[in-house]
């Protein structure tokens, strides 16, 4: 198999795994924001706030996805021509945004449900409620860091 | 960068001059009530409570009123009226409303009247439109539903639940009674639910048949008219033409009053103020003669509300300093800049009297930080713009409204200037937009160097700023700690923690770790390499011989200090915490190139203009939210966990002054204090 094969692969789990985890937090955080929002419609823009928390994985993601794909060429026009070593290399370092954004958002998305819950009843402790989604975040960070750093680092 | 001081301000007047008194300073609004220290056996308060809840009762009908007029005569507002904040008007007109109560009064019980009868009708209209309904399967009869026959005959309606044909009914009823003389039976309607049918047979054969359709679930209408059906729902209709009308011609009564709306709404806040006052007054102790009041006002206001109020009354004022061992209310006091990080930090929490207010600092931080996380110099220019266009638009709104807009407005210019530093502008958008539309390549060449081409120098970079964030966090500790002459604690808790990281620092600079990370190659003489060893073990000897002194066993001690040696592992993840500072960055800027690229595949021609902006626009406006909000959690992530983290407990309560709150309108008054 060629390598670009390989490289596409990692580009695409980089969008697919981190997309959906954020699909999955973003979710099920909007339900619960949904529920506060018929009680109390004033609410609504501290929890879209919360419910867009989980979202920022799938744009890691993205991001990942399009840095891999400007690098092996695809969306310049010319493919590059990858050795099998190259191409395994570039999805290795895809994975860790992929498997840490899916994991990483669907917690937060937990998170956020429960954070919700606190603007519910507290409306004035938003600035708390907010950090503990935050908190959950910081790892897809750490794994978006080491994707970056990773595909800029391999040299095609 | 302050906590303002706040002294006891008590004063004893007669009770002539109470309600003059409690109304001055309630549109003083600096004093904060607080009477529970008062005691003494003669003193009593006042019920006020039954007092307060009228107040209350016709403050809500008031509300009431203006929804009731809100729904039949809306008020022309832009999306953006809510920025507009209260209207200021003046005090005589203000007088002139209150002197004008009783009719005000009238006219909401009135409008309230009118939206009860609007109400009515409608329910009213509902109920006939269900008597229609039950009446359609029998339209087509041409007797009245409760007709039952001439002198001979006689005529049996009815329903049948289920939809049954004729030749059922007919053998139904043959089974039962054999042949009858004379029968004719009609369907009137049928559906799957009932069959509506009208029978016809001699006088004496009625209950002989009544009784045989029965058995296939035949029952009389509940409805019974003297009127043909179709009579009947003419008549119907005309009833509910004319509560149309009524309703109509009421909404005309209601929109009549939208002249009294302004009026409403001050009379609203006006009675909201009254039970405000109420609510003070049931809380103020009372002699026979005379009233006592007491409550917490900044010590810079004291003096002069002292002799505003001793001008005015007779009356005697004590002012007392606060012990140190008891907490006051807290009342921050910034310039408009630092003061614009205030809504951050109260969502954090306040600082106690005993803290030092860290806005200054963390405003620079703040728009420090937010700036490199969103850094586009585009998204900088539109924020900033849009906010100061805000702020010059609306200048009576909120004051919570108008200290965030300050903070994104400052945070825009900071963006900005980072986007300028990095090279972006709404992602590559120049580059894109020469090249595709004009054949040329222009690229917005980077002030500094562009964070996607190195972003090894951008990680140093960010956390050389958190680490400078962290250490500026100990030193505000330290300062605490000086300032409460504590030289022991900030001599163990602070410098040692300096010694021992920046020997650690100065060990890492020159190794080979660093070296291939930053691809710089620091190489320090080697008396400084030593020295970095030197401070790093007594600084590591030093905590962990110094940081548990508050326990008298030794071996305690040293597992106590060991303990706190190992937060060196905390500080490691706070400085790492800091490479999100590049993410966020990295984010942005990639994801506006990959809205201009997809805008860019229409091609240059017209058509690919258009689409170009299209996508343009909603792109960016979506990638500038989404990142807005990034910035926004992240920084408030670092300021709440990595910086508070170092010194900041806070936990202090706001200072809740007795003023009028008012929803609608605000009076005009002269600045005395």
Redesign the interface.
């Known amino acids: 198999m060629n390598g670009i094969v390989w490289a596409l692969l990692g580009a695409a789990l980089a969008a697919i795994l981190a997309g959906c985890g954020s699909a999955y937090g973003v979710g099920a955080a909007g339900q619960a924001a949904s529920g506060v929002v018929t009680e109390d419609p004033s609410k609504f823009a501290k929890v879209l ?1 919360i419910q ?2 989980p ?2 994985q799938g ?2 993601g ?2 990942v996805a ?2 891999t794909l400007s690098k092996i060429g695809l ?1 310049g026009g010319a493919a590059a021509d990858l050795t099998l070593s190259t191409g395994l290399m570039i999805f290795a370092a895809c994975l860790p945004i992929g498997i840490v954004g899916l994991v990483s958002a669907m917690h937060q998305g937990k998170t956020a449900v429960a954070a919700i819950g606190i603007v519910a009843k507290k409306p ?5 409620a ?2 503990f989604p ?2 959950v ?2 790892y897809a ?2 794994a ?2 080491v994707s ?2 990773a595909v ?1 680092a391999i040299p095609v | 960068m302050s906590v303002l001081q706040m002294q006891r301000f008590s004063i004893c007047a007669m009770k002539k001059d109470r309600k003059a008194i409690l109304e001055e300073l309630q549109s003083l609004g600096i004093l904060e009530v607080d009477t529970s220290v008062i005691e003494g056996e003669v003193l009593e308060k006042m019920d006020t409570l039954s007092q307060k809840q009228l107040f209350e009762r016709t403050s809500a009908l008031a509300d009431q009123a203006l929804n009731v007029l809100a729904e039949y005569e809306p008020e022309k507002t832009s999306m953006l009226s809510s920025l507009e904040g209260k209207a200021l008007i003046e005090k005589q007109d203000y007088q002139k409303m209150v002197d004008n109560k009783e009719a005000l009064l009238q006219s909401a019980n009135e409008v309230m009247a009118l939206g009860k009868e609007i109400a009515e009708s409608k329910a009213a209209i509902m109920r006939l439109e269900t008597q229609i309904e039950t009446l359609t399967p029998w339209l087509n009869l041409d007797v009245p539903i409760s007709y039952n026959g001439t002198r001979k005959t006689a005529v049996i309606i009815g329903s049948v639940g289920k939809a049954v044909t004729l030749e059922e009914i007919y053998t139904e009823i043959a089974g039962h009674v054999g042949e009858l003389e004379a029968m004719d039976i009609q369907i009137i309607s049928e559906n799957s639910a009932q069959t509506c049918i009208a029978a016809t047979c001699l006088k004496q054969d009625a209950q002989v048949l009544e009784d045989a359709l029965r058995t296939l679930g035949f029952s009389r209408p509940t409805q019974t008219s003297n009127l043909i059906p179709a009579e009947q729902r003419a008549q119907l209709q005309k009833e509910i033409a004319a509560l149309m009308m009524a309703i109509e011609e009421t909404e005309g009564k209601i929109r009549a009053k939208a002249n009294d709306r302004e009026e409403l709404k001050w009379f609203s806040d006006y009675y909201r103020v009254r039970a405000q006052k109420y609510e003070v007054l049931g809380t103020i102790p009372q002699s026979k003669r005379t009233f006592l009041i007491s409550g917490y006002t900044p010590t810079k206001a004291s003096e002069s509300l002292k002799k505003l109020m001793a001008e005015k009354y007779d009356l005697v004022v004590d002012i007392e300093e606060i012990p140190e061992e008891e907490e006051t209310p807290i009342l921050l006091q910034n310039g408009k800049f630092a003061g614009s990080v205030e809504g ?1 930090l ?3 929490g306040l600082p106690t009297r005993h803290e030092v207010d860290p806005s200054k600092i963390m405003s620079v931080f703040y728009i420090f930080f937010f700036g490199l996380m969103l850094s586009d110099a585009g998204y900088g220019l539109v924020m900033a713009v849009a906010c100061f266009i805000l702020l010059k638009r609306f200048p009576r709104m909120s004051e919570g409204m108008n200290t965030s807009l300050h903070l994104f407005m400052y945070c825009g210019v900071s963006t900005l200037v980072w986007g300028i530093l990095f090279g972006g502008f709404f992602g590559d958008a120049v580059q894109i937009v020469s090249n595709v539309f004009f054949g040329k390549d222009i690229v917005l060449a980077p002030v500094w160097f562009a964070p ?1 081409e190195d ?2 120098k951008l ?1 140093i970079y960010s956390l050389l700023f958190g680490l400078i964030h962290l250490f500026i966090g100990l030193a505000v500790k330290g300062y605490m700690y000086l300032k409460n002459k504590q030289y022991l604690d900030f001599f163990c808790d602070v410098i040692l923690w300096y010694v021992f990281l920046g020997g650690l620092i100065m060990m890492l600079l020159p190794s080979q770790m660093f070296v291939s990370m930053s691809q710089m190659n620091i190489v320090f003489p080697p008396a400084v390499n030593t020295l970095a060893k030197g401070m790093a073990i007594a600084g590591a000897a030093g905590l962990l011989l110094m940081s548990g002194r508050s326990s008298k066993n030794p071996v305690l001690r040293l597992a106590l200090g060991a303990y706190d040696l190992y937060n060196v592992t905390g500080w490691l993840s706070d400085v ?2 800091y ?2 500072l ?3 960055g ?2 942005t800027g ?2 506006a ?2 809205m201009n ?1 997809m805008g860019s595949m229409g091609g240059s021609g017209i058509f690919g203009a258009i689409i170009f902006i299209i996508v343009f626009i909603v792109g960016h406006i979506f990638n500038m939210a ?1 990142n807005l ?2 910035a926004y ?2 920084t ?2 670092l300021q ?2 990595e910086f508070f983290g170092k010194f900041y407990e806070g936990g202090g309560r706001k200072f809740v002054p007795f003023k009028a709150i008012t929803n609608y309108v605000e009076v005009k008054e002269e600045k005395k204090v």
């Open positions: 706030v867009l928390l979202g920022t744009i890691y993205l991001l399009f840095i969306l004035d402790q938003f600035g708390k907010m950090l935050a908190m975040e910081t960070i750490l978006l860091l970056i750093l800029n | 951050v109260e969502s954090y996607l972003p090894m990680l790492l915490s490479s999100r590049l993410a966020l990295l984010a990639v994801i190139s990959v690229q989404i909000l990034g959690v992240h408030n992530r709440y966990v």
